[in-house]
């Protein structure tokens, strides 16, 4: 891996968080409901389990509350789940019939369900989710941004009329 993807990588995953996927998540569900969604009814973001503290432990302990064994989920960020409508789960046979994808630090989507709909395909919603964390996140603009600025002032700098004009004619040369 080149230092600048390496860079960039670090960039990423120092940049997108769980917040920063709550306060865009409104935007992602005006792009569901504007879309072909059926059977599903609801978009919902849940955020991974986080690693507990013993601080955390002692307080229920105190508290005379029993311990909570969650593994941590560490190899994500979020999770968006699409769900059918609770209300005809048993009569239609779509429980657990669900579409979970998966946002890592990085911004890269993965995908489990235990159930495919043929109506609706999973890279559909994949592509949907990645135009979303690059339009809604500030970190992805912020290096749309920078990319295109860095383009323009390669094309700038490297352009044939400058470089022309750098250099001098030499065409009397023989070779």
Excluded: C
Aim: charged content about 20%; glycine content about 2%.
């Amino acid at each position: 891996m080149s230092k600048h993807t390496e860079s960039r990588h670090s960039e990423m995953s120092r940049l997108i968080t769980f917040k920063d996927l709550e306060a865009g998540f409104p935007e992602f569900l005006m792009r569901f409901n504007a879309s072909k969604h059926a059977p599903f009814a609801h978009a919902e973001l849940i955020e991974a389990v986080q690693p507990g503290t013993r601080k955390d432990a002692f307080r229920r302990l105190q508290l005379g509350l029993p311990p909570i064994y969650h593994k941590p989920e560490t190899d994500f960020v979020a999770r968006i789940v699409l769900s059918p409508s609770l209300i005809n789960w048993d009569t239609t046979g779509l429980a657990h019939k669900t579409y979970t994808y998966y946002i890592t630090e990085t911004g890269a989507i993965n995908f489990k369900a235990p159930f495919l709909f043929t109506t609706q395909p999973k890279m559909k919603w994949a592509a949907i989710i990645s135009r979303w964390l690059q339009m809604a996140i500030p970190a992805y603009r912020q290096l749309a941004r920078t990319d295109a600025i860095k383009e323009e002032l390669m094309a700038t700098v490297y352009s044939p009329e400058r470089v022309m004009a750098t250099y001098p004619d030499i065409t009397h040369l023989q070779y």
